[in-house]
């Protein structure tokens, strides 16, 4: 079992910005590709970012592209996505998942492990 635990979620006004951290426990962290999905009210889950396990490949959303960045500290067992220029269409439940498998994954199925989330909303 992995147990994911997301931080870093809030209130922020359009162009703003944060950073989302999720802490990884239970397994061997380097393991595990990482990727970050949203969930705003009233619509499906999507695919926001990846990244594999030694953090070389990274993939991201057309939405998010140059917008977001995902890396990660293996030492530290953490994943981040730092998100700039923030739009309140960004405004979601954020989710960390992990996955066992090679590359960085981008569809959901794909993924074993799930945080509970952490809400972004981005004001106008």
């Known amino acids: 079992q992995v147990q994911l635990v997301e931080s870093g979620g809030g209130l922020v006004q359009a162009g703003g910005s944060l950073r989302l951290s999720c802490a990884a426990s239970?397994?061997?962290?380097?393991?595990?590709?990482m990727g970050w999905f949203r969930q705003a009210p009233g619509k499906e889950r999507e695919f926001v970012a990846a990244?594999?396990?030694?953090?070389?490949?990274?993939r991201y959303a057309d939405s998010v592209k140059d917008r977001f960045t995902i890396s990660r500290d293996n030492a530290k067992n953490t994943v981040y996505l730092q998100m700039n220029s923030l739009k309140p269409e960004d405004t979601a439940v954020y989710y960390c998942?992990?996955?066992?498998?090679?590359?960085?994954?981008?569809?959901?199925?794909?993924?074993?492990?799930w945080g509970q989330g952490t809400q972004v909303t981005v004001s106008s």
């Open positions: 998942a992990a996955d066992s498998h090679y590359g960085a994954p981008l569809k959901e199925n794909d993924y074993d492990y």
């Open positions: 239970g397994r061997t962290f380097s393991n595990y590709a």
């Open positions: 990244i594999s396990r030694g953090g070389s490949i990274t």
